[in-house]
């Protein structure tokens, strides 16, 4: 069972930048595809932006397109995603993923149990 540890994440204002990391023991992270995904209470978890196993290609959302950047290294076994200009909007809990890839939260087999970011107006 791969596990993944999410971190990084706190209380910003709008405008800020955070970075959020990603970390597995298992080598095999670095042959699966990583995602984010975020939730807020009440509504589905959303696909942010996810990366090929080999770091290219990368997908990122609309919404959070040209502000965020996924990156890994995988001799380190860690995923990035280095979030600038946040907004009120991007509020909620953020999980890892590993898995197929692509945007769908059924697509990944593993989660991480999810670190919060909250950005204030």
């Known amino acids: 069972q791969l596990q993944l540890v999410e971190s990084g994440g706190g209380s910003v204002q709008a405008g800020d930048s955070l970075r959020l990391s990603c970390t597995s023991s298992?080598?095999?992270?670095?042959?699966?595809?990583a995602g984010w995904f975020r939730q807020i209470p009440g509504k589905e978890r959303e696909f942010v932006a996810t990366?090929?196993?080999?770091?290219?290609?990368?997908w990122y959302s609309d919404s959070v397109k040209g502000r965020f950047t996924i990156s890994r290294d995988n001799a380190k076994n860690i995923v990035e995603l280095q979030m600038t200009n946040l907004k009120p909007e991007d509020t909620g809990v953020y999980y890892c993923?590993?898995?197929?890839?692509?945007?769908?939260?059924?697509?990944?087999?593993?989660w991480g149990r999810g670190t919060q970011v909250t950005v204030s107006s």
């Open positions: 993923a590993a898995g197929a890839g692509y945007t769908r939260p059924s697509n990944y087999q593993f």
């Open positions: 990366v090929a196993w080999s770091g290219d290609p990368v």
């Open positions: 298992d080598r095999t992270f670095g042959r699966s595809a």
